[in-house]
């Protein structure tokens, strides 16, 4: 265990599955103590179960979200559990159709404003007056789709700018109240996502989303974790309104530049965390 969380308190949303499970799991390694928040069909309960067997100090919350009441008893849920919320992960989101805009169903949009903006919106607005008290931070799930816009899924893409803007937003607002925001923003991740057997990706978008990035591959959970880590510590005491992509260069990749990495860079490093629920996520589709 280590300590760069040690007293903390924080609430990861869509922390049942995938980027939320590895988040969750490393900031209770580093002392946190977690509230692991998803949808009742997610596997948060079994995150917090693990997180508790190896040694952590997590609960679970299940419920929609993107309902401000229920974004306002997951926050209290925290705050009487442990006294007090530091930090906020807005993980959740979803990534329910891949498409042309002409073909895409408005079913997916309603979807995606659902959970990739109203969530946030609803736990912001909730955890920002317990955040205040304790001068703590919020970190934001970008997308390097939020810079540059993706084919076939241009909604997605048009969600994860409103998150890098909204995020922006909140860190020029909150610095008043002492209150740090930040936004990581991911390419494509070793999730059910990115995977034509989990996610809604055909065999040719699978093979382009690592193509796309120079490394050559997919990241993995824990490295995105890691950033979230960064960040929501106080060694990031300097850092608000901050976009940290984690894409493997897909922000500056021309062509195929996967296709031309070394093999070393093409390995996915070998994590310290137990991750069980990597491919397993309800909100990458639509119920």
Request: hydrophobic share 40%; with cysteine; charged share 20%.
């Amino acid at each position: 265990m280590g300590n760069r969380l040690k007293g903390k308190v924080a609430i990861v949303t869509g922390g049942g599955a995938g980027i939320g499970e590895a988040i969750s799991k490393k900031f209770a390694k580093e002392g946190a103590m977690v509230v692991v928040a998803g949808f009742p069909e997610d596997p948060v309960e079994e995150v917090a179960k693990e997180i508790e067997e190896e040694g952590g100090t997590a609960i679970p919350f299940t419920a929609d979200l993107s309902l401000l009441a229920n974004a306002e008893s997951c926050v209290q849920l925290a705050v009487k559990q442990y006294g007090k919320l530091d930090i906020l992960i807005n993980n959740a989101g979803t990534f329910p159709e891949v498409n042309l805009l002409s073909d895409f169903s408005e079913e997916a949009f309603d979807y995606l404003l659902k959970n990739n903006i109203r969530t946030a919106f609803a736990m912001s607005k909730a955890a920002l007056p317990e955040l205040q008290k304790t001068k703590g931070n919020i970190v934001c799930a970008g997308s390097e789709s939020g810079a540059l816009g993706i084919a076939q899924n241009a909604p997605y893409g048009g969600t994860k700018g409103f998150m890098h803007a909204f995020a922006k937003g909140l860190a020029a607002e909150q610095a008043q109240k002492g209150v740090r925001c930040n936004i990581v923003a991911p390419g494509p991740i070793d999730t059910g996502w990115t995977h034509k057997d989990t996610g809604p990706m055909d065999k040719q978008m699978e093979q382009m989303v690592t193509q796309g990035t120079l490394m050559g591959r997919r990241g993995t959970p824990e490295e995105v974790a890691n950033v979230y880590l960064f960040l929501a510590s106080d060694e990031a005491s300097y850092v608000t309104g901050a976009i940290f992509p984690v894409d493997g260069g897909t922000l500056i990749a021309k062509g195929p530049a996967g296709d031309q990495a070394a093999q070393s860079m093409k390995v996915q490093p070998d994590g310290q965390l137990k991750l069980k629920h990597s491919k397993e996520s309800h909100t990458s589709i639509r119920k």
